[in-house]
């Protein structure tokens, strides 16, 4: 039997979320679709990280059970929302729909296999799984390793000042989180 590793919040919550194979494929197609092809190993390790501490720290993440369910909900490029025929993808309220290029970018990331992914990030994507993957170091220049957003919006880094610049996204605490810490423990 091989050994597990389990996220796990060192928080009042005793969930637990294992990155399967399935999960680190999503994973990997959210770095390319978030980062690109040459995606940096300080963004891919920063968006891993923030999403796994908005799992377990994030006082909404009830409506999402699953690391999976949450990932595919927060990253734009692999939710299926914004996917061609999605509601969020159409134009609505005054906002333009998203172009066609953009949807055949977003179909493309989300039909890649592990053969379409860099090799940088399949590595950082596989260390992740088996909780070997760390918190950036720039995070500690701030003193936060409960990061657990981003964007790329000009107007971010005002309403946040507390965060951080990593290769043009802002990443962020998010007010609100809950106390604790995300840990990574080795079971069987």
Same mark, same amino acid.
């Given at each position: 039997?091989?050994?597990k590793?389990?996220?796990s919040?060192?928080?009042?919550? %005793?969930?637990?979320?294992?990155?399967?194979?399935? %999960?680190?494929?999503?994973c990997?197609?959210?770095?390319?679709?978030?980062?690109g092809?040459?995606?940096?190993?300080?963004?891919?390790?920063?968006m891993?990280?923030?999403?796994?501490?908005?799992a377990?720290?994030?006082?909404?993440?009830?409506?999402?059970p699953?690391?999976?369910?949450l990932?595919?909900?927060?990253?734009?490029? @692999?939710?299926?929302?914004?996917?061609?025929?999605?509601?969020?993808?159409?134009?609505?309220?005054g906002?333009p729909?998203?172009?066609?290029?953009?949807?055949?970018?977003?179909?493309?990331?989300? /039909?890649?296999?592990?053969?379409?992914?860099?090799?940088? @990030?399949?590595?950082?994507?596989?260390?992740?799984?088996?909780?070997?993957?760390f918190?950036?170091?720039?995070? %500690? %220049?701030?003193?936060?390793?409960?990061?657990?957003?981003w964007? /790329?919006?000009?107007?971010?880094?005002?309403?946040y000042?507390?965060?951080?610049?990593i290769?043009?996204?802002?990443?962020?605490?998010?007010? &609100?989180?809950?106390?604790?810490?995300?840990?990574v423990?080795?079971? &069987?």
């Amino acid at each position: 039997m091989f050994a597990k590793y389990q996220y796990s919040g060192a928080t009042p919550d %005793t969930r637990t979320e294992i990155i399967d194979d399935e %999960t680190a494929l999503w994973c990997s197609r959210m770095c390319v679709g978030e980062g690109g092809l040459v995606c940096s190993d300080e963004k891919i390790s920063s968006m891993l990280w923030a999403l796994m501490n908005r799992a377990f720290l994030w006082r909404g993440r009830n409506n999402y059970p699953t690391y999976l369910k949450l990932m595919r909900a927060f990253s734009q490029p @692999i939710n299926p929302r914004w996917q061609r025929g999605g509601d969020l993808a159409i134009k609505w309220a005054g906002r333009p729909p998203a172009s066609l290029s953009r949807l055949s970018r977003r179909a493309h990331i989300c /039909s890649m296999d592990w053969s379409d992914i860099p090799i940088h @990030i399949k590595k950082a994507v596989c260390a992740f799984q088996v909780g070997e993957l760390f918190i950036p170091d720039i995070w %500690t %220049t701030i003193n936060k390793a409960r990061i657990s957003n981003w964007a /790329s919006l000009p107007s971010t880094p005002k309403k946040y000042p507390w965060g951080i610049d990593i290769d043009g996204d802002w990443f962020f605490e998010d007010k &609100g989180l809950r106390q604790g810490c995300v840990v990574v423990n080795i079971e &069987g």
